[in-house]
C-alpha cells in the first residue's frame, strides 16, 4: 500500500473521518476491548463522544458477558464515551437510542433495512448484523461499544443461520470509516432529541407484536407477547396471568409467531 503498513492506513482513515465528529479519537490496530479503553479514558475525564475504535479487538464481549468476535478488518469495532445531558432516570434509554443511530446510519449509507431487536441487536431479515452493549457509571458517564459485521463473506457453521454482513448484504467496498462518523453523527441528534429517538425506535423495533420469551436474572423466565416499549425503555410483555415491564432481560423470538423458516433469537 505504497508503503504505508494496514495498521497506518486504518488509523489515518478513521482518525480523518471521526475526528471532525468526536472529541477525541483514539485508533488502535489491536486491543482487548474497546469498552474497556473507552471505560479508562472516562475516568481519565475524556470528553463527551470520544471514541476508541480498533482493527481487531481480541476478547470483546456482548450483552450477558457473551464474547463477539470477528477476524481483523472485517467488523466495525468502536466504543464512544457519553457524558449525557438528559437525566438519570432517562438514561436507561440510550442502549435504545444508540440502535436508533446505528439503524439510522446504516440505511442512510448503504441502503440496507435494518431493524432492531429488543433492546439492543441489530438486524437483517432476521440475522444479526450487528450488536451493542451500554455500560454506565452514574452519573458520570455511559460507554456504548458498537460491534457491526462488514467485509465478512461466511461466518463458522454455528452462526451461519443466524448471522449476517454488509457484504452479505450486497454492500461491497465498506468503508467502516464513513460509517463510524455517520453512526457518531446520528448518536449526537439522537441524544438531543432523546423522545424523537424513542419513537423512531418503537418504529424499528421487531420485538413489539411478537410472542417472546425472556430469560432474567435470579427470577423464573416470562412468555408472552411484546406489546410495547415504553416510555422508560422497558419491553411490556403480556402473559397468561399479567404484565410485565421487562427493563433488563434476554429476549427470544418464540418460533411459533413467526412465518415458518425464520430463525429463533
Not at 148 to 156: G, I, K, R, T, Y
Request: hydrophobic fraction near 45%; aromatic fraction near 4%.
Amino acid at each position: 500500500m505504497d508503503g504505508v503498513s494496514v495498521s497506518e492506513e486504518f488509523a489515518d482513515r478513521f482518525r480523518g473521518a471521526l475526528s471532525a465528529v468526536c472529541s477525541l479519537v483514539v485508533v488502535r490496530n489491536q486491543t482487548v476491548s474497546t469498552n474497556d479503553d473507552a471505560r479508562e479514558l472516562a475516568q481519565a475525564d475524556a470528553p463527551h463522544l470520544s471514541v476508541v475504535v480498533a482493527r481487531e479487538q481480541t476478547a470483546g464481549r456482548g450483552r450477558l458477558a457473551r464474547a463477539w468476535v470477528s477476524e481483523p478488518g472485517e467488523g466495525l469495532t468502536i466504543s464512544w464515551v457519553l457524558r449525557p445531558t438528559l437525566p438519570l432516570e432517562s438514561w436507561p434509554l440510550i442502549p435504545l437510542i444508540a440502535g436508533v443511530a446505528v439503524a439510522r446510519a446504516v440505511r442512510a449509507e448503504t441502503g440496507v433495512q435494518v431493524v432492531l431487536k429488543w433492546p439492543n441487536d441489530v438486524l437483517v431479515e432476521n440475522r444479526k448484523l450487528g450488536g451493542i452493549l451500554a455500560e454506565a457509571a452514574l452519573p458520570d458517564f455511559v460507554v456504548v461499544g458498537l460491534g457491526l459485521n462488514l467485509a465478512q463473506a461466511e461466518f463458522p457453521e454455528d452462526l451461519r443461520q443466524t448471522a449476517t454482513s454488509l457484504t452479505m448484504q450486497g454492500v461491497n467496498d465498506v468503508d467502516g470509516a464513513s460509517l463510524a462518523a455517520a453512526i457518531s453523527r446520528h448518536l449526537e441528534s439522537a441524544l438531543v432529541s432523546p423522545g424523537r429517538a424513542l419513537d423512531d425506535y418503537r418504529a424499528l423495533c421487531t420485538t413489539v407484536g411478537r410472542r417472546v420469551r425472556v430469560d432474567r436474572a435470579g427470577v423464573e423466565p416470562i412468555e408472552g407477547r411484546a406489546v410495547e416499549v415504553n416510555g422508560k425503555g422497558a419491553l411490556v410483555v403480556q402473559t397468561d396471568v399479567e404484565t410485565v415491564a421487562v427493563t433488563a432481560g434476554d429476549v427470544t423470538h418464540v418460533r411459533d409467531s413467526l412465518a415458518a423458516g425464520e430463525p429463533d433469537w
